[in-house]
């Protein structure tokens, strides 16, 4: 069975950066896609960034787009979300989920199955 656990979030003043992991097991076969989701108080849930099962394609929201950075590590089963310039906005529970692909999906979110537990960002001074 598919797991995701996600670490790395914490408080952060703005133009700060963190770096998010999600450490996978267990992916399915054609859902090995990882995406990067956030949810703040109130909102839809928003796609981030999300990285092909081979790490060759990747796509990101406009939001964060020149700012983060998405990048997986096979032999870790870990995929990693670089976030430079953090401002206040970017506050929100971060989450990583899997999905069959990377191509248009950070707007379907219910095309990711088995998504972690989440991780609090907080852009603060």
């Known amino acids: 069975q598919s797991q995701l656990v996600e670490s790395g979030g914490g408080l952060v003043q703005p133009g700060g950066s963190l770096r998010l992991s999600c450490v996978t097991s267990?992916?399915?076969?054609?859902?090995?896609?990882i995406g990067w989701f956030r949810q703040a108080p109130g909102k839809e849930r928003e796609g981030v960034a999300c990285?092909?099962?081979?790490?060759?394609?990747?796509d990101y929201s406009n939001s964060v787009v020149g700012r983060f950075t998405i990048s997986r590590d096979h032999a870790k089963a870990t995929v990693t979300l670089q976030m430079n310039s953090l401002n206040p906005d970017d506050t929100s529970v971060y989450y990583c989920?899997?999905?069959?692909?990377?191509?248009?999906?950070?707007?379907?979110?219910?095309?990711?199955?088995?998504w972690g537990q989440g991780t609090q960002v907080t852009v603060s001074s």
């Open positions: 990285i092909s099962a081979t790490g060759v394609v990747t």
């Open positions: 267990g992916l399915t076969a054609g859902h090995e896609a």
């Open positions: 989920a899997a999905g069959p692909s990377c191509f248009g999906t950070l707007d379907l979110p219910s095309q990711y199955s088995n």
